[in-house]
Nanobody, 124 residues
Framework: VQLQASGGGLVQAGGSLRLSCAAS????????MGWFRQAPGKEREFVTN????????YYADSVKGRFTISRDNAKNTVYLQMNSLKPEDTAVYYC??????????????????WGQGTLVTVSS
């Protein structure tokens, strides 16, 4: 299984970025696809997830209304559209896949597969 994240970069506060996560190596039907982030000196934290089948989504309060997760089943790719970026959004962003439900999905330990991470830097 391979999750390839891309799209990170440097952006000014208030700007936008779109991250992509290309998944391969297995069928992800029944899985949840998600994004976590880890800022320097901090623990990895949940950002958002989406069910591969059905498309239901869940967001951390800190990004609700600014970030949007989506998927393209034909391309086996998950996207994270990030708008109104803030300096506190600066982190390495990781895509991941898991079989989890509800609040369990907020725990990084519940996630089975991880991408390599892509750095997002938001300047003030």
């Amino acid at each position: 299984v391979q999750l390839q994240a891309s799209g990170g970069g440097l952006v000014q506060a208030g700007g936008s970025l779109r991250l992509s996560c290309a998944a391969s190596g297995r069928t992800f039907t029944g899985y949840v696809m998600g994004w976590f982030r880890q800022a320097p000196g901090k623990e990895r934290e949940f950002v958002t997830n989406i069910r591969w089948s059905g498309g239901s989504t869940y967001y951390a309060d800190s990004v609700k209304g600014r970030f949007t997760i989506s998927r393209d089943n034909a391309k086996n790719t998950v996207y994270l559209q990030m708008n109104s970026l803030k300096p506190e959004d600066t982190a390495v962003y990781y895509c991941a896949a898991a079989q989890c439900k509800g609040s369990n999905c907020r725990n990084p330990d519940r996630w089975s597969y991880w991408g390599q991470g892509t750095l997002v830097t938001v300047s003030s």
